[in-house]
């Protein structure tokens, strides 16, 4: 980060996409290391995809659980509210508008197999 210091300030974090929060991550301890207080997460496009898992079972965590998106992790191991601008969902809405059927198709495919509700 660049800037002025973070000392007893409330911070925004403001990204473009988030895929498994890894940066995000790294900001967050940046912000504390700084004495900053994180207050919010925006990301430009919120995918909507599943969480990378270590797991061998498809679409399970490491305990089992199904996993959630990277938004939603994010948003419940930080307690601070994660919004997006624009959603998967929102894209394929436009791109059906368009006319794009068979782009909606691919978009929505991949959606079934790699997409949550997050």
């Known amino acids: 980060m660049v800037g002025e210091s973070l000392k007893g300030k409330r911070v925004v974090i403001i990204d473009d996409v988030m895929t498994a929060g890894t940066a995000i991550r790294e900001s967050i301890e940046m912000i ?3 004495g900053g ?3 919010g997460i925006i990301v430009a496009v919120n995918r909507q995809e599943k969480m990378p898992s270590q797991s ?3 679409g399970k965590g490491d305990d089992g659980s199904e996993r ?6 994010v948003r419940r191991e930080t307690g601070v509210p994660v919004m ?3 959603s998967l969902m929102d894209l394929i ?3 059906k508008g ?3 059927k068979e782009e909606v198709e691919m978009m929505e495919a991949y959606y079934r197999q790699y997409g949550t509700q997050d």
């Open 32 to 34: 504390k290391a700084q």
């Open 37 to 39: 207080t994180l207050v």
């Open 56 to 58: 061998e079972k498809e």
């Open 68 to 73: 959630g998106s990277a938004i939603g992790e």
């Open 84 to 86: 997006s601008v624009l």
């Open 93 to 95: 809405e436009a791109i």
């Open 98 to 100: 368009m006319g794009k």
